[in-house]
Each structure stands twice: as C-alpha cells, then as structure tokens.
C-alpha cells in the first residue's frame, strides 16, 4: 500500500516536471527574446523602428525601419486569408456534408499529405515553377513577388482551414439539420443556414490558425518573395518580418543583430495577439 | 564561429594527412580583421589546430580597417584585410601578404546574347542607370538584379570592387550562392554574382573587359572582379613561434585546397 503510494507521488513529480518543461520552454524563449530585442529598440527608438520605411543595416550610416516588414506581413498574410479560407471553407463543407464517405477518405489524406509537406519544398516548387510562371504569365520581369508568396502561403493555410472547419462542422448536432430539412429546406440551405451558423466559432478559429500559420512562415516565402526591404506592392520583391530575421541572422554583428532579435520580438506580439484572439474565439464556442 | 560544413571536413583531412611537424609548437595565433575572410581564415585556423593540438587559434571578425589597426597596435599577431594596403598603411611599417584571392563571377541566363561587360557597365546596371539589355548590346528586356543580403561576404566584396556600396538597386537579395545561380538560370533577363568557385554549367559567367574569370585570370590580376584577402603584419618584428609556424603553413602550397574549398583562390 506504502510502496504504491510513494510510486504514485514519483510518477506525479515526473509527469509535473515533464510539463514543466514545455512552460519552461515558452518562459524561456519569451524572456529571451524580450532581453536580446529590447536593446536594439532602445537605441533605435521605437517609432524610428516601427514606422521608419528604410531598412539598410550594413549602409555606412545604418538605417533600421521594419515598416515595409510589418506591412508586407500584413499584406501577404491577408492575400492568403483571401484566396485561402472561400477555397478552404467551401472545401470544408462539402467534405463535411456532401462527399461520399469514400471520397471523403481520400480527400481527407490527401488534406494532411499537404499539411505535412514541409515548407521548403513549397519554397522550391514555389521558385522553381510558380515564380517562371508569374513572370511569363503576367509579362513582368521577375516572379518573385508578394504574389508569389500570397500564393504559397494560400495553398500552405488550407489543410488548417479545412481540417478545423470541418471538424467544426461535424460535431454540428444532427438534430438541427434534420429539424431544418423537416422544414422544408434544402440540404444546401439546410449547410449554410443553420450548420455554417452553427460551426462559426470553430471556422473562425480555423481562419485564425491559418493567420498563425500565414505570419510565422518563414522559408517558403523567403524563396519566393525577392527578400528586398520595399513597401508592399503585388509584383515587387518583398521582404516579411520572418524573412528580414533568417537572411540576415548568418553574418550579421553588433546593431543589425540586436535589430534582427528585435523584429523577431515584434514577429512574436503579433503571434501573442493571433494566440489571443483563437482562444478567445475557441472559449465563445465552447460557451455557445 | 560559423564554416560550412565540407569545407571543415576537408581541413579536417587534409590537416590528418600532413605529416606532424617534430617539435611540437604552442601558444595563442591570433587573428583579427575582414569579416569576408572568415570562412578562409577559420578553415585554416581549424586545420592548424589540429596540426598542433597545443596552439590555440583565435579569430576577431571587426572587419579590414579595424584589423589592420589591431595588428599596427600589437592587439593580434596577424590582421586580415579583404583589400589590398593603402601607400599611407604601408609607408607607416606595415607589410602585406597576399594569401588568396577572391573571384566574384558575374552570370547570365545562357539565353543572354551579352558576354561580355565593362566594369563600369556593371556598375551603371547595378545601380539602375542602365536599366534595360539592349542599352549594353543585349535584347530589349528590362534587366533583373540578383543580389545577395546584407552582410554576405561576396555582396561586399562586389560592391567595392564596382563602388556601388549601398547604391545597388536590387530586385532581389538571396541568402545563397546556390539561389542567386538557380534564379538565374531562370530568368532570361537576369544577373547575379557569385563566387568563382561555386559557378555552375546553367549560367554562363561574363566575361568582364574582356577577360574570362578563371583561376588564372584572378591570380594574375586581368579579371578585375576580384579583392585580395592580404595577412598584415609589423615590419621587420619577429612573429612569435607558433604565429610564425600559422603564418608560414597558410602560405605553404599545402593550404591552397583548404583555401579553395572555402571558395579563394590561393596565391601561393
């Protein structure tokens, strides 16, 4: 009996101490970043860092605004919300209430294959076929743009969209949809009157994850997008707040470094927020 | 410190390979200078360590100027600098040594018609004067400028070559080598630099003044893209022993195919 309760205590303590390891993990990194970004802030002054539109960090007199990294982020991430969730929600819900099972099987691994491609091969087809593809298609002079990587961001958002979505969608009660039919509407009305309605926390939640996944992506827009510090435009060469921090990291000193941690800290109150708001709304389903 | 990874291999291997010296040197080499130079300098300090397992070899990457002021000073037994010594660094007693040199090719589609540019046309292309193909004998096609990001050895060593340091408009800024070839071998109509050593047959190098790169070509000093990597010492001081034994591997021909697997070529 003694023994087994000692035993009991040891696997609590482990167990404890293994979750612990993930909070540590998290505390670790967030007190990181903030120590190693601040100082950069600091020198630079934070509106100068925020809102200034040059960022030259080895110019003989070094500038330092990550404007056009916050805005092509926002752009790129919106382009993506854009073109991703019609074709990932609409997805959704034809695999949730319209597909035959076994379509439905198929299609589902096939939603995971692409959740699990690693982001460079996007980047590589990405540079390899979609950037050739956008210079001849629209006739510019180089495909490597904020469309590019709207693009792949899109098609890399989708398999979290759609398998939320429709989960969402799934543990919609039968008995509202059959109320809905008794009534006399149609099984289309019946999806997008009352299953859509009644999922809209968890779709919207799945729209959020796809904005996580959209901002914090790194190496697949950095191989499509051109990584020049413009301002935002369709067909120019951008630069994103992840990108700005990987394709300077490996050489850079003293300042650009300090700067780079401090974009990174920016690139993580912007994951903080996008954090926030899915709990918000996954807590607003729950209660619903 | 950051090396590739084959490049440490090999100055792994070849520094296996070479017989042990007899009487064993120790101490500290230090070194302090160009930041371009560090792939060079540090696969061959690693080779060296491992020569002599008592030495001890440091490497302060500040960049040229500050190197050549550490060694002028005393601070380092060794400055590196990615440029060739300046008549007034020279007249105040200081010696260079070329140890290597460091061709940067510029490359084309192989569908460009252009073969051949002039210093100051890459520099008026580079910069944007020159904007579109046909102006410098090539087909009328807007042209594309391949760079590399901020910091990159080889984007500093171009830019000072052609004086185009933060004037080059670039269309796009890659963190590799192996990008900058793959997205010119693309784009009909774009250029991009990159180290002789690395160029590949699905882009065409350019001549340059009508001289192809090659390791010749930079070796003698016809192809003008290109900057010494110079080892600065103190006129006429003795290097301590195990500075001098650094000194004197890294100028043996036995340390040229470190130096070209870290992408130079040797001088010796």
């Known amino acids: ?288 | 410190m950051k090396r590739s990874f084959p490049a440490l291999v090999l100055a792994a291997l070849v520094a296996f390979a070479a017989p042990a010296h007899a009487k064993p040197l120790s101490g500290t080499v230090s070194t302090d200078g160009s930041t371009s130079m560090e792939k060079v300098i540090g696969s061959l300090g690693e080779a060296f360590e491992n020569e002599h397992r008592k030495v001890k070899f440091t490497y302060n990457p500040t960049g040229s100027g500050a190197g050549i002021a550490a060694v002028k000073e005393g601070r380092c037994d060794i400055g590196l600098a990615s440029r060739a010594l300046k008549e007034k660094e020279k007249s105040s007693g200081l010696k260079a040594t070329v140890l290597a040199y460091d061709g940067i090719a510029l490359i084309v589609n192989p569908k460009n018609p252009v073969k051949d540019l002039s210093l100051a046309d890459i520099a008026k292309i580079y910069t944007g004067e020159v904007a579109n193909w046909k102006e410098v004998g090539g087909q009328d096609s807007a042209i594309v400028l391949i760079g590399r990001e901020a910091g990159s050895g080889t984007r500093d060593g171009f830019e000072s070559v052609t004086k185009t340091k933060d004037a080059c408009k670039y269309r796009q800024e890659l963190t590799s080598t192996g990008d900058v070839i793959t997205t010119v071998s693309q784009n009909p109509a774009a250029i991009g630099y990159a180290s002789l050593a690395s160029v590949k047959k699905s882009v065409r190098a350019l001549t340059v003044d009508g001289v192809a790169p090659s390791e010749e070509s930079v070796k003698d000093g016809s192809y003008k893209v290109q900057r010494p990597f110079v080892l600065v010492t103190v006129e006429g001081k003795e290097l301590a022993p195990a500075a001098k034994g650094f000194f004197d591997y890294i100028t043996s021909p036995a340390a040229s195919r470190i130096i070209s697997a870290a992408g130079a070529v040797a001088a010796h």
């Open chain 1, 1 to 288: 009996m003694n023994t087994q309760r000692t035993l009991e205590h040891l696997i609590y303590g482990l167990f404890l101490l293994l979750g612990l390891v993930a909070v540590g993990c998290v505390l670790l990194i967030t007190a990181y970043l903030v120590f190693s970004g601040l100082p950069a802030i600091r020198e630079i002054g934070l509106v100068d860092f925020l809102f200034g539109d040059t960022w030259a960090s080895t110019a003989s007199e070094p500038r330092f605004g990550i404007l056009p990294f916050i805005l092509t982020s926002i752009w790129g991430t919106a382009g993506a919300i854009a073109l991703g969730v019609p074709v990932g929600f609409f997805t959704a819900v034809w695999l949730a209430k319209m597909a035959s099972p076994r379509v439905r099987s198929i299609m589902e691994s096939a939603v995971s294959l692409l959740a699990g491609i690693p982001s460079v091969v996007y980047g590589l087809v990405g540079m390899l076929v979609l950037v050739p593809g956008i210079r001849t298609f629209f006739d510019v002079p180089d495909g490597a743009s904020l469309l590019a990587a709207i693009l792949v961001l899109a098609v890399m958002i989708l398999p979290s969209i759609i398998k939320v979505s429709m989960t969402a969608l799934q543990a919609v009660p039968q008995e509202y949809e059959d109320a809905s039919l008794a009534l006399g509407a149609t099984p289309i009305e019946t999806y997008f009157r009352v299953s859509v309605p009644a999922a809209k926390s968890g779709i919207a939640a799945s729209v959020v994850l796809g904005v996580g996944r959209a901002i914090g992506e790194a190496m697949a827009v950095m191989m499509v997008s051109g990584n020049v510090a413009n301002m935002p435009s369709l067909f120019e060469s951008v630069r994103f707040l992840t990108s700005a921090v990987v394709s300077e990291m490996s050489y850079s000193s003293g300042l650009q470094r300090e700067a780079l941690f401090s974009i990174a800290l920016v690139l993580f109150f912007f994951i903080l927020l996008i954090t926030a708001s899915l709990n918000f709304f996954l807590k607003r389903g729950k209660e619903a």
